[in-house]
């Protein structure tokens, strides 16, 4: 089945403890990104990779890290978390299709920082 | 600055109508479209999209419009049931290859009255 998982899916941390949320794709996608949502402010882009070592930043990338030493994994790194950081996070793997793309997202990820 | 926008955020029809949900965006530059569905404790889920060069595009019950004069977007879904109820977000792009950003509105929670 073509998926794409994130652990752990649910967490509570405090500021300043590093943590990483993992996510991984089955079905080979060049392009992952993860996303952020929020109430009232829709999903924003943290960061994009277009390949195994191509990583970019997105709309809101302070506060984070990623690497992508796999094609088929994509973590994301927060080195000292903050209150601010308190959001649902979406790791996601597109699919190239002629006339536009469809991205695939995975479960999510809650998690608290206190 | 909210560059996709969705006004309502949340919508209730009676089973059977029809369901239109609506997007507005002010960059002249995004030539594509997509709507997702969430449902609670999942990551979005593709539904449909529509390129620049197209007015409509259909896929069974569901329907995408684009008025690009109007930068508006709109999902008509016909007739609803009760597995419609779900959070639609409205996205789009100005780049069908690669990594193109997605940039998301805030979403509409359609609920679908039995």
């Known amino acids: 089945e073509a998926q794409v998982t994130q652990n752990p899916r649910y967490l509570i941390t405090v500021t300043g403890k590093k943590l990483t949320v993992t996510c991984s794709q089955n079905m080979n996608h060049e392009y992952m990104s993860w996303y952020r949502q929020d109430p009232g402010l829709g999903l924003r882009q943290i960061y994009y990779s277009m390949n195994v070592e191509v990583t970019d930043k997105g709309d809101v990338p302070e506060g984070y890290k990623v690497s992508r030493k796999e094609k088929r994994n994509f973590p994301l790194i927060l080195e000292s978390p903050s209150p601010n950081q308190t959001s649902l996070y979406f790791c996601?793997?597109?699919?190239?299709?002629?006339?536009?793309?469809?991205?695939?997202f995975g479960p999510g990820t809650r998690l608290t920082v206190l | 600055d909210q560059q996709v926008k969705q006004n309502s955020p949340s919508l209730s029809v009676q089973e059977g109508r029809i369901s239109i949900l609506n997007c507005d965006y002010t960059n002249s530059m995004f030539d594509y479209f997509l709507w997702y569905k969430k449902y609670p404790a999942e990551g979005p889920t593709f539904l449909i999209s529509?390129?620049?060069?197209?007015d409509k595009n259909e896929d069974g019950r569901f329907t995408v419009f684009l008025n690009k004069s109007a930068k508006h977007l709109s999902l008509h879904i016909v007739p609803s049931q009760p597995g419609d109820s779900a959070v639609y977000f409205c996205a789009a792009s100005n780049s069908n290859f690669g990594n193109e950003k997605l940039t998301f509105g805030t979403g509409t929670r359609l609920t679908i009255i039995p």
């Open positions: 996601a793997s597109t699919r190239l299709l002629a006339g536009g793309n469809e991205q695939f």
């Open positions: 529509i390129s620049s060069i197209k």
